[in-house]
């Protein structure tokens, strides 16, 4: 069973993609923080990252860049209500898979975790 971190600062969210994607099968922890993320992070592997782009004390792209040192071969989706240009090349930069904004449609985010389970070698 792919195991999937969701770090969103707004509870809400959190509780939201936790939901759906743990509706689809997958064992889902959640960290309400960059910060917390990296904490979660070390103690177990996870096939996929979603996280949320702007966060304190530690966001998104800071954390992306991150994992992508330590678990290169995890898959990250980033999530943003304040997508940018910018913002979008830099997460292709530092090796995202995929960059969502909010509010997104339900089957696109299955889809897009599905084939970053599927790069990342899990099971989906």
């Known amino acids: 069973m792919p195991r999937i971190l969701v770090v969103d600062d707004s509870p809400p969210c959190l509780m939201l993609l936790s939901k759906l994607l743990a509706g689809l099968g997958h064992e889902v922890a959640t960290a309400k923080n960059g910060k917390e993320a990296l904490e979660v992070l070390q103690a177990g592997p996870f096939d996929l990252l979603v996280s949320d782009l702007n966060m304190e004390p530690i966001n998104g792209m800071e954390l992306l860049r991150a994992v992508k040192v330590s678990c290169v071969k995890m898959e990250v989706i980033l999530v943003t209500a304040y997508a940018s240009l910018y913002s979008t090349d830099e997460a292709k930069k530092?090796?995202?898979?995929?960059?969502?904004?909010?509010?997104f449609k339900t089957a696109m985010?299955?889809?897009?975790?599905?084939?970053?389970?599927?790069?990342?070698?899990?099971t989906a």
């Open 109 to 122: 985010l299955f889809e897009t975790v599905h084939r970053a389970l599927e790069r990342s070698g899990a």
């Open 94 to 103: 530092c090796g995202a898979f995929a960059y969502i904004t909010k509010p």
